[in-house]
């Protein structure tokens, strides 16, 4: 099916046949090499534009730069003008909100149906970090020393921070980062995926005309092993935010050892999605079915494995596939779209060879199973949305991450039996729950080992609720209060005063 408007881009006010820059100490500069990358639409197989490709040289001056920033200027601006301005940042993202969400569905794929959903919660992640730079505050401490000694804390800005995140979701993986360093006080090295580049770049610069100061937001994009490895071990670096997979976090855990740099890890998963015959099933089928197959399958906290309680297996299966079935398939700017294609070539082999594993480990598909092909589906990485029934607990598709739109159903009779199953992966993100019973509800909320536990409902996320990781699903949360403990020291202040 040919999408409306596929072509629109030559349109799109950021990509007007210029190469895009590095942000580096609020200047547009060239990579120090001299090279470039393109950025892919991966609905069309077009260029969209060429980019500066940082490297280990680009990093060291993104860093020096911020490292001048935190010790000199930004370190005396008050929480107050940090909040004005994160505050005028939020209100520019408002204002070109539909530039940016086009730019992401165009360098990503997601559909605009998507990309123009995360407005509000983008937004509001900006303007809820405004909120608490004013809100951080240390603590007196009455301690028992014999004589007159007082204690008090201070809560000080780590300092400069790499951040380094995914393709998934540009803008809000942005400002997930950039938004509680601006609150306390720290610097960003902001490099973003080498396959979404664009809305970090614009971001940035919006951010320049928000007023943030030159140094203190960079923004570097580049390949993983070049820039983000120069990141991760560079020794002017206090710490990494990373999202992305749990193999490249393994590597960053490794890198950061040098000066032993704070991290906060938000990676990968395999999360339990778990039907009981109670459940309101005209909620769950919908529910269920977008747990995995929303953004392509391609977000760290899908649902990916399907738990179905046994007495309604067959029948509950067979209406997930047939909603996956009717799913609009095609160009993410066509309004009407909801599955757009996966991120990359490299992506879709990845999915593809899982396929193949699927079939071979014996599960069945239910739907799906292939890539779409039809007319211009055909010049962009389009997969079905895709079920497979009959998993077992011990196959590759029920244990590893498959990051695109599949699925696997599994059945389970009680609800010792599926707590003890759901909990058998070395990930520990995401999880849902559907059922009318309260105490089941209760019960698997507490017993699920994961940093989020959906119940009726799947994917909800606020600025102001945690989301993080268990187990090798990472450590550190984000959003909420405890996001901006990852980016201050406590310092322990004593004075004698007898
Ligand atoms: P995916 O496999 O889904 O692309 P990655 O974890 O490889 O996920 O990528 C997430 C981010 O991590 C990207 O910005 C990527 O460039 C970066 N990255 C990849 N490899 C490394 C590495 N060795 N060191 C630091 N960053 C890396």
Redesign the pocket.
Same mark, same amino acid.
């Given at each position: 099916m040919t999408a409306p408007g596929s072509r629109q881009h030559a349109q799109h006010p950021f990509l007007d046949g210029k190469t895009k820059r590095l942000l580096i100490d609020g200047k547009w500069l060239e990579a120090a090499s001299g090279k470039t990358f393109d950025s892919i639409n991966p609905a069309t197989g077009e260029v969209l534009a060429q980019v500066a490709e940082g490297d280990a040289e680009d990093i060291d001056r993104a860093v020096e730069a911020a490292r001048r920033a935190f010790e000199g200027p930004w370190g005396k601006v008050k929480p107050f003008e940090r909040q004005a301005i994160l505050l005028r940042f939020a209100d520019l993202v408002e204002q070109h909100a539909d530039e940016i969400t086009e730019l992401d569905t165009l360098d990503m794929g997601a559909p605009v149906q998507r990309t123009r959903g995360m407005k509000r919660r983008a937004i509001g992640l900006l303007r809820y970090y405004a909120g608490m730079a004013t809100a951080l505050h240390g603590e007196t401490i009455e301690n028992s020393l014999p004589g007159e000694v007082f204690s008090y804390t201070l809560k000080e800005p780590v300092g400069v921070v790499g951040a $380094?995140?995914?393709?998934?979701a540009p803008l809000s993986s942005s400002l997930w980062k950039i938004g509680p360093a601006l609150a306390t006080g720290c610097t960003v090295i902001l490099?973003?995926?080498?396959?979404a580049p664009l809305t970090p770049l614009l971001l940035g610069q919006l951010a320049l005309e928000a007023g943030v100061p030159p140094g203190v937001l960079n923004v570097v994009p580049g390949?993983?092993?070049t820039?983000?490895?120069a990141?991760?071990r560079h020794m002017g670096v206090d710490k990494i935010a990373?999202?992305?997979?749990h193999?490249?976090?393994q590597? $960053?855990v490794q890198?950061s050892a040098g000066n032993l740099k704070r991290l906060s890890l938000e990676l990968g998963g395999k999360s339990p999605d778990i039907v009981f015959a109670d459940a309101d099933l005209d909620a769950a089928v919908p529910g269920a079915g977008m747990a995995t197959f929303l953004n392509s399958g391609q977000i760290c906290s899908a649902g990916t494995r399907l738990f179905v309680e046994r007495r309604i297996y067959d029948e509950f299966v067979g209406r997930v596939a047939d909603f996956g079935r009717n799913l609009r398939v095609g160009n993410g700017l066509d309004p009407d779209v909801t599955i757009g294609p996966l991120v990359s070539r490299e992506?879709f082999d990845r999915v593809s060879s899982y396929l193949a594993i699927g079939r071979q480990e014996g599960a069945r598909p239910v739907t799906g199973g292939e890539r779409l092909t039809d007319g211009d589906l055909a010049n962009g990485y389009f997969v079905a949305p895709t079920v497979f029934a009959d998993v077992r607990d011990d196959m590759r598709i029920a244990q590893e991450e498959i990051?695109g739109p599949v699925i696997s159903a599994i059945p389970f009779t009680d609800i010792d039996e599926v707590l003890s199953r759901a909990n058998n992966t070395m990930f520990g993100l995401g999880s849902g729950v559907w059922t009318r019973d309260v105490s089941k509800a209760h019960r698997l909320a507490k017993g699920i080992r994961a940093g989020s536990v959906w119940i009726n409902c799947y994917q909800a996320m606020d600025p102001a609720v945690p989301f993080g990781g268990y187990k090798m699903s990472g450590y550190g949360r984000e959003s909420g209060i405890q996001h901006l403990e990852e980016y201050l020291n406590v310092k322990a202040v004593w004075i004698k005063t007898d």
């Open positions: $380094i995140i995914p393709w998934n490099k973003p995926a080498e396959e390949f993983g092993e820039a983000g490895a990141l991760a990373f999202t992305g997979s193999v490249t976090g590597k $960053i890198a992506q990051f």
